[in-house]
């Protein structure tokens, strides 16, 4: 596993608020981490996949935030390439939103986009 840095306006970002809930979901498992990665669903083409994994894979992209360490798979990065991950409140219920500037169209129930 490589730790990258690289241009954050071209990295994978975490709001205030999705650090601190992915914190939380490591808070019994600190050696653990998130893996974003993408694959085929949907009616639009790809679909987010965020895993708790022990290790992250010798090609993923290694961000580190407070309190939460994210790898990137690499085969995701270009489409994921300036994505903000935020955790928002949508009436009783919150929801990880993925900001990706990259996306061109969405499915209805936003489950699913497709890029340019």
Same mark, same amino acid.
Request: charged share 20%.
């Given at each position: 596993m490589s730790v990258t840095s690289f241009d954050p306006a071209s990295s994978v970002s975490l709001t205030a608020a999705a650090q601190k809930y992915f914190a939380s979901k490591l808070v019994k498992q600190p050696e653990k981490l998130i893996r974003l *990665?993408?694959?085929? *669903? !949907? $009616?639009? %083409? &790809?679909?987010y996949v965020l895993?708790?994994?022990d290790a992250a894979s010798e090609e993923d992209t290694v961000? *580190? &935030?407070e309190g939460v360490t994210l790898a990137v798979e690499a085969k995701s990065s270009a489409m994921l390439s !300036?994505? @903000?991950?935020?955790?928002v409140r949508e009436g009783v219920n919150e929801v990880v939103k993925f900001n990706n500037p990259n996306v061109v169209? @969405? $499915? !209805? $129930? %936003? @489950? +699913?986009? +497709?890029?340019s």
């Open positions: *990665s993408t694959k085929a *669903s !949907g $009616c639009t %083409g &790809f679909a895993d708790i994994v961000l *580190s &935030f !300036g994505t @903000e991950i935020d955790l169209a @969405e $499915c !209805g $129930c %936003g @489950e +699913s986009f +497709s890029v």
